[in-house]
């Protein structure tokens, strides 16, 4: 019954941000790691950006380094993904995961560490 819904994705112009909302329910994730994944039509899944139990224990991916911020409200189980500055090959659907244990036995930036998944939503970049 654990399910993830994603929102906040849409189309922007490049340069613009959107913030993106995961919201988790029929489990309490405070406690677990959680991570925001993208593929783009054609390519493979990537990572994006993770984030732990502390707002401080967090990685990205180098395209989003300085553009991107993770963060996570726990008191509503709710992870956000903010994207500033965002290029054309920004966009994807992006995804939202979350794992079943608090430490890793394969990586945070690897999508097989995670054991449940959100649907998805569309970001569009362009001009």
């Known amino acids: 019954q654990v399910r993830l819904v994603e929102s906040g994705g849409g189309a922007v112009r490049p340069g613009g941000s959107l913030r993106l909302s995961c919201a988790a329910s029929?489990?309490?994730?405070?406690?677990?790691?959680m991570a925001w994944f993208r593929q783009a039509p054609g390519k493979e899944r990537t990572f994006v950006a993770a984030?732990?139990?502390?707002?401080?224990?967090?990685t990205y991916a180098d395209s989003v380094k300085g553009r991107f911020i993770i963060s996570r409200d726990n008191a509503k189980n709710t992870v956000y993904l903010q994207m500033n500055n965002l290029k054309p090959e920004d966009t994807a659907v992006y995804y939202c995961a979350a794992d079943s244990v608090p430490l890793p036995r394969i990586g945070h930036g690897d999508s097989l560490e995670y054991d449940y998944w959100g649907q998805g939503t569309q970001v569009t970049v362009s001009s």
């Open positions: 984030i732990l139990w502390s707002d401080v224990d967090t």
């Open positions: 029929g489990r309490t994730f405070s406690s677990y790691p």
